[in-house]
């Protein structure tokens, strides 16, 4: 029996239809070959060109909402902790580094800055996290910190002026590396001023005496071997938005 829903398809029929589709594909290669080039002709922003990062701002103005010190970074039982920890970035981690003679440089105020040993870090009230470390190259690692939450930090040397301000920025001792963080990222309770891991002291590859841990964010703002801190209503710099990343960088 035939297949009443069977058409008739003539030659002509295949012909006009071939055209079509090829017409369609040329109409959209020209529209993204000149909407490239239009794009790289914009001005550059920080490693990457206005449209692009008005894009990542808009993101940043609206996934930032979502951040709050009730939403935890998931963590893991201890046994879950990678051994070998994986070392990954070593900018700003020169060799003529003397971590005996290092302080923590905390610029309260222009002409008011207050040098840490990390003794007295240490006597503050320690905390643990075991979380999935992810870094934007596409790896993660259940890794084990320990050190002391930025909040209690902050209360205990009267930071109170600075963390009403907008941003926290870190510097390595060389200069050679540079985070900014939002506030509220910085306050989390899961951020940590970090001198151990695996409950060892931190190797100085992973940014001893102290680095930062801060599991809101991806790995590139875990500033390893900080320097200075300083506090700004302002963008402080940042080594990867300087060359193109986003700069909330938020998980
Ligand atoms: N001083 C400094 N800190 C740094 C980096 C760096 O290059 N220099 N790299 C960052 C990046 S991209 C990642 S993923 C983490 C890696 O931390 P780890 O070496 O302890 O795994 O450190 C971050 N902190
Ligand atoms: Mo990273």
Redesign the pocket.
Known sequence: MKNNTEKLVTKSHIRNRTIFSFSVLALFSVFIFFGWRWLHNQPDDNGTPKPVRNVLNFDESVFGNFLSNDHLAKTFPVSAAVKN?????????SDDFDPASWKLKVARKPGDTLLITLDEIKKLPKTEIIFD?K???GWSQVTHWGGVKFSDFAKKYGLDDQTAMKYMGLI?PDAG?YVGIDMPSVMHPQTLLCYEMNGKPLPM???APLRLIIPVKY??K????IGTMFFSNERPPDYWYERGYDYFSGL
């Open positions: 920890v994986r070392v990954n970035g070593s900018e700003g981690m470390f870094c934007i190259e390595t590396y590859n992973q940014g790995g590139i875990h500033l390893k071997r």
